[in-house]
């Protein structure tokens, strides 16, 4: 059954501490993504990536950085984490023209 | 920009009931167009994928269809069940500029009432 999997399910941190967040996907998808889901404001694309090493911004970028090093996996980096960004973070990965597949997401508090 | 609207926001529906969930896109030029349902603090689960050369697609009691020109899809539910109460969400993969990002709805919540 293939699958995206995130590293942590639920993740408490404090104001100023650097957040990884890792996602896997074991179908060998060339595309991969992060966004974040706010009630109100619906899913909102953090980065993409298209290749390994290749990344590319989405709607709201600021405050995040991701890392692409192998194929199957795409973290996303909070250099410096706020309360603005507790919020429920997906991961997706995705073949060119073919349907996207999600994680199970991880819900962030920042203290 | 594409904008994918969908509603009503919210619909209750006794069981049993065959209903239908709406999904409009400003642009026609897609790739795709993917069905999800969302449950409560959990990820998004895909349920049917439309191509753009496709009218409809069916998976069980789901039905989902395609009209392009009209920049309109609907799911339809036939048989309604309780477990069926969700957020169903409409996503389109755009066929101009970078064809990996999607453009979202905000969803329909549905509840299936016993």
């Known amino acids: 059954d293939v699958k995206v999997t995130q590293s942590s399910r639920y993740l408490v941190k404090r104001t100023g501490e650097k957040v990884f967040l890792e996602c896997v996907q074991d179908m060998d998808h060339e595309n991969m993504f992060w966004y974040r889901q706010d009630p109100g404001l619906g899913l909102r694309l953090i980065y993409f990536?298209?290749?390994?090493?290749?990344?590319e911004k989405g709607d709201i970028p600021e405050g995040y950085s991701v890392s692409r090093e192998k194929k199957e996996r795409f973290s996303l980096i909070l250099e410096s984490a706020s309360t603005n960004q507790t919020s429920m973070y997906l991961c997706a990965s995705s073949l060119f023209g073919t349907g996207i597949v999600f994680g199970p997401g991880t819900r962030l508090t920042v203290l | 920009k594409q904008e994918v609207t969908q509603i009503p926001a919210a619909l209750s529906v006794p069981e049993g009931e065959n209903l239908v969930l709406n999904c409009s896109f400003t642009d026609s030029a897609i790739y795709n167009l993917q069905w999800f349902r969302q449950d409560p603090g959990k990820g998004l689960t895909s349920l049917l994928l439309?191509?753009?050369?496709?009218r409809e697609q069916t998976s069980g009691r789901l039905n989902a269809s395609l009209d392009k020109s009209s920049g309109r899809s609907t799911l339809y539910i036939a048989a309604s069940q309780p477990g069926d109460s969700a957020t169903y969400l409409c996503?389109?993969?755009?066929?101009?500029?970078?064809?990996?990002?999607?453009?979202f709805g905000s969803g329909t919540q549905l509840t299936v009432l016993p």
């Open positions: 439309i191509q753009s050369s496709q």
């Open positions: 996503a389109v993969r755009g066929g101009r500029g970078s064809a990996r990002q999607l453009t």
């Open positions: 990536s298209y290749d390994v090493k290749m990344k």
